[in-house]
């Protein structure tokens, strides 16, 4: 299972020692939420912050791309250290030209699935991306309620990747938490995004390899 816990939640006063915290654990990689307030009903962060974690770690950057007309900043993001970029079928007007333009730029391609949005949307490109996520919550808030009919859906991904992309990875976003991680697990998630959950926690280091460790 390949963790990546969400910086949106990490205390952004201390945002090297929360780095550094995750650079001391077993999670593989580094989520970040890139929201503009026009895709998304929020505003969180851009290149700069993106440039300042590269500076501290050298896990994988997970870049999702919540932002209107992402095609303008793909370059960008690679430049300041994303290792794959994630953008949602939502928001790209020409979603096939988006995920050649990542792919071009040597870094993995993923596309993301709201809530309301269906799995089979994502079958006519499904043989052309490294990653799918499932927004298991309405994206642009941390700290939402995990919303069930997730597992179904990924359940669904799972069986639409068995047939066209088995090495498709698929990964969820939103409320995970150790209850919810092994239904997950068990219907073919294979990376978890969790933020509140891991820096709201006691023991976030702990807490991270729980996650790790899931079947």
């Not at 941390?142 to 990924?154: H, M, P, T």
């Not at 294979?190 to 991270?208: C, D, K, M, R, Y």
Request: aromatic share 6%; charged share 15%.
């Amino acid at each position: 299972m390949i963790i990546s816990p969400s910086l949106l939640s990490c205390d952004f006063g201390n945002i090297q020692r929360d780095v550094n915290m995750l650079n001391a654990s077993g999670a593989q990689w580094i989520h970040l939420d890139i929201m503009d307030g026009v895709f998304v009903p929020n505003i969180s962060f851009g290149f700069p912050i993106v440039q300042a974690v590269r500076q501290h770690t050298s896990k994988y950057l997970d870049v999702h791309l919540m932002i209107h007309n992402p095609d303008a900043y793909l370059e960008a993001f690679k430049s300041a250290g994303a290792d794959g970029l994630t953008v949602h079928l939502e928001g790209a007007i020409h979603l096939h030209r988006t995920i050649q333009k990542i792919k071009d730029l040597g870094i993995r391609a993923g596309v993301a699935l709201n809530p309301h949005t269906p799995v089979s949307s994502i079958t006519p490109l499904i043989k052309e991306v490294d990653l799918v996520l499932i927004m298991s919550v309405n994206p642009g808030f941390g700290g939402q309620q995990f919303i069930s009919d997730s597992i179904r859906k990924v359940e669904e991904l799972k069986t639409l990747a068995d047939e066209l992309n088995p090495n498709l990875i698929i990964q969820v976003d939103g409320g995970v938490n150790l209850s919810n991680a092994h239904l997950l697990a068990y219907a073919g998630a294979t990376s978890l995004v969790a933020g509140s959950f891991i820096f709201n926690a006691e023991n976030p280091l702990q807490t991270i390899e729980d996650l790790c460790t899931i079947p």
